[in-house]
């Protein structure tokens, strides 16, 4: 039985190694349709479709022009001609936001990447905090400190996650201040990781005692970091079935290919 498991992870190691990364298709993850009016923007309310691929939440969000102007601050997009103001216009509330549920694999691990936009100007717009909550979890917040006075200053963060379902709910939440009326969001992606030797966790190309540590650390949280090379064999999350064909492949010397 062991050995049929060993030849279908093997089997699987071929499938994959052409690649490590692949891309998931995320709606409308640089917020360009609807298209708003130039230098300007469009607010819209909670529960609202329209931003197509999303649904907004809490109280308002608005689509905003990457030539959109105030306080002297050019608000311009990082991807695309547009971009999402999690604060909306007036309400600035802190449940606001917008929400997508993905398609995902049980086990998969995925790389949520999405940039946040800070501007200082005009005593209203400061350094801005996007939370992020995947599946209903905490809120966790991504604030980018650059907030230049003339411009959107936008800075790049990747979260990694295991997929618990065949969809993943992906939430973004006006996380800053409440005297900040800026949340800027852009340029959503996501994209799955492929382990080209799944027990290699520490990449090294060796299949070893060095990757004990970590592969432990994956089986009691494998959200936590990671935990793409723990599942051996790649369906469902990391369990005992992979810790059985990790301690195996271990004590019969089995390798990186
Ligand atoms: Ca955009
Ligand atoms: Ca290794
Ligand atoms: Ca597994």
Not at 171 to 189: E, K, P, R, Y
Not at 205 to 229: E, H, S, T, W, Y
């Amino acid at each position: 039985m062991r050995a049929i498991r060993l030849a279908v992870a093997c089997a699987a190691v071929l499938t994959l190694a052409g690649g490590s990364a692949e891309a998931i298709p995320i709606v409308n993850g640089s917020f360009e349709v609807p298209t708003v009016p130039s230098g300007g923007f469009i607010n819209y309310a909670a529960g609202s479709t329209a931003i197509t691929g999303w649904t907004v939440v809490g109280v308002d969000s608005s689509v905003v022009s990457g030539s959109f102007t105030q306080s002297g601050i050019v608000f311009e997009a990082r991807d695309g001609n547009q971009w999402i103001d999690l604060a909306g216009v007036t309400s600035n509330s802190s449940s606001s936001g917008v929400t997508q549920n993905v398609a995902t694999t049980i086990g998969g691990v995925y790389d949520l990447s999405f940039y946040v936009g800070s501007a200082t100007g005009g005593g209203i717009f400061f350094p801005s905090t996007v939370d992020l909550s995947i599946d209903g979890g905490p809120r966790v917040g991504f604030t980018n400190p650059t907030g230049p006075s003339n411009m959107l200053n936008w800075k790049l963060f990747t979260v990694q996650f295991t997929a618990t379902s065949t969809t993943t709910n992906i939430t973004f939440l006006n996380g800053s201040a409440a005297n900040n009326f800026l949340c800027a969001l852009d340029n959503v992606s996501i994209t799955g990781v492929i382990c080209p030797c799944p027990g290699d966790m520490n990449g090294d190309g060796l299949k070893n005692g060095r990757d004990i540590q970590q592969f432990v650390g994956c089986i009691f949280a494998p959200g936590a970091g990671a935990c793409a090379c723990a599942n051996m064999d790649g369906v469902g999350g990391v369990d005992s079935n992979d810790l059985n064909m990790f301690v195996s492949d271990l004590l019969n010397g089995v390798t990186c290919p």
